[in-house]
């Protein structure tokens, strides 16, 4: 198909105020035009882990539909383009509350900046929940990860989280562990395919306030999500669940930081209601935004 609308792309890193740090998404403003082969061919033109398309825009409401290519396939949400968007939105029309219509549900958010400072979104996760892994799924897992049980902390067990998408969830006994990630690219692809999960929460628990995460995404073509706003708010589920949260309710995510690319995501969740909160920040990357090419699609 040849692509008859050139729209304008817009290049931000979320979670970072860093434009070196972060998880880079492409955000497309005006997709209405565009139907699903044209935003995939789009997503993989971009080559980010996720591009965000808003397919519907009520500027005076702030009320905006959101759809999510992976350069591979969409992706029924995430986090990071959700926050970039919500941060090029501010810019444009002020900050402030927002709402994003997305295939998960309605997602809530909030905007705001200091003086001449970069813009924070918070985004209200759909309702979070969390079960405890099969032996099955564990197993091939930590087969194509190349871990042993001895790996992972007693304290934090395997469990398939859901926060928008549905994340494993395995916490690493030491930093080390978490560090010299090296996995099988296709057979960890093969399993997620089997299960729907989009991606592997790996964390370690430095102490109750503070997680360091790494995020494998090999069914989006990308080996690896330098910061993963669902896997967050899943992961505050699955504390929840466990009855593993710190005091506050509050705590912070170190991702990305094996990458090169370190990124900080603040997570609220609490005892009580299923919904969490996530924070960060966004900035554009190199200032500079591009138009879709008209070539074959």
């Given at each position: 198909m040849t692509l008859r609308t050139h729209p304008e792309i817009l290049r931000y890193t979320a979670f970072t105020t860093d434009p070196a740090g972060g998880n880079p998404a492409g955000v497309v403003m005006d997709a209405a035009a565009l139907d699903e082969t044209a935003m995939l061919a789009i997503s993989a033109e971009v080559g980010y882990s996720e591009t965000a398309f808003v397919t519907a825009a009520d500027n005076t409401a702030r009320r905006f539909r959101l759809r999510y290519f992976s350069p591979l396939a969409e992706v029924a949400f995430c986090g990071h383009a959700t926050v970039a968007t919500a941060v090029a939105l501010a810019e444009r029309i002020g900050t402030g509350p927002l709402v994003f219509d997305t295939p998960v549900g309605e997602i809530a958010l909030d905007t705001s900046a200091d003086l001449e400072g970069?813009?924070?979104?918070?985004?209200?996760?759909?309702?979070?929940?969390?079960?405890?892994?099969?032996?099955?799924?564990?197993?091939?897992?930590?087969?194509?990860?190349?871990?042993?049980?001895?790996?992972?902390?007693?304290?934090?067990?395997?469990?398939?989280?859901?926060?928008?998408?549905?994340?494993?969830?395995?916490?690493?006994?030491?930093?080390?562990?978490?560090?010299?990630?090296?996995?099988?690219f296709d057979a960890l692809a093969e399993v997620m395919h089997g299960h729907g999960w989009t991606t592997l929460q790996l964390v370690w628990r430095e102490n109750p306030e503070l997680f360091h995460a790494r995020d494998p995404f090999p069914v989006g073509g990308v080996v690896e999500d330098p910061a993963t706003g669902a896997a967050a708010a899943a992961l505050?589920?699955?504390?929840r669940t466990l009855h593993a949260l710190p005091p506050t309710g509050t705590f912070t995510i170190h991702q990305g930081e094996d990458l090169g690319r370190p990124s900080l995501l603040r997570v609220e969740a609490s005892t009580t209601h299923p919904r969490v909160r996530v924070s960060g920040h966004a900035v554009a990357i190199g200032g500079a935004s591009t138009r879709a090419g008209a070539g074959e699609a």
């Open positions: 970069p813009v924070t979104a918070t985004l209200t996760s759909v309702p979070t929940r969390s079960r405890p892994a099969t032996t099955a799924e564990l197993d091939a897992s930590l087969a194509a990860l190349r871990w042993s049980p001895q790996d992972l902390d007693p304290a934090l067990p395997p469990h398939v989280a859901f926060g928008g998408n549905e994340h494993l969830v395995l916490a690493s006994a030491t930093r080390e562990r978490l560090a010299a990630l090296d996995y099988d505050g589920g699955y504390l």
